[in-house]
């Protein structure tokens, strides 16, 4: 496995609207040497322990409670939503979640690494506010290298549940 690397967002991608917008948007990829799906991607991705903090603090503060078991139905599309996030829209090899102003973006690439097995992709986008005189806001900006390192840090754990299946 390479490491996590910034990328462009794929101009046919799911995502790639929002690049065209006000929004702001990130991209992050990474390559596995196995084959992976989408499901298996957004299912390892939602249930690393890294994210399942996220998922109690919504929990708690947000009365969003979520499981393992629905983490897996959201990944096979056996349902359309997933504690804060709704399903904007599905491909075969994508999906894009939204949860208020906040989308998230997983892609899989099958054998575009060197060698073989499957590039990860996963990215964000956080539209402006509508109200008068739209911007991100300030909370927003003082949090944006939080969600840069938090962003790599959730696709490095997913690569590694992936790379490392549970015996």
Same mark, same amino acid.
């Given at each position: 496995m390479t490491g996590i690397v910034r990328a462009e967002v794929p101009a046919q991608s799911l995502l790639s609207s929002y690049g065209r917008s006000d929004a702001y948007v990130d991209c992050y990829t990474t390559d596995v040497s196995s084959s992976v799906t989408l499901a298996q991607f957004v299912e390892a991705f939602y249930t690393t322990p890294l994210f399942k903090v996220e998922r109690l603090l919504l929990g708690m503060f947000v009365s969003r409670p979520s499981t393992d078991a629905e983490a897996k139905e959201f990944a096979q599309a056996q349902r359309a939503s997933f504690a804060a996030w709704r399903v904007e829209s599905r491909g075969p090899d994508e999906l894009l *979640? !939204?949860?208020g102003r906040t989308r998230s973006w997983f892609m899989v690439a099958?054998? *575009?690494p060197p060698g073989g097995g499957t590039r990860l992709s996963f990215g964000s986008a956080v539209v402006p506010r509508k109200q008068a005189g739209g911007g991100m806001g300030a909370g927003f900006n003082a949090l944006l290298g939080f969600h840069k390192l938090y962003s790599r840090a959730l696709l490095s754990s997913a690569a590694y549940r992936?790379?490392?299946? !549970?015996r």
């Open positions: *979640v !939204r949860a099958q054998e *575009v992936l790379s490392h299946p !549970r």
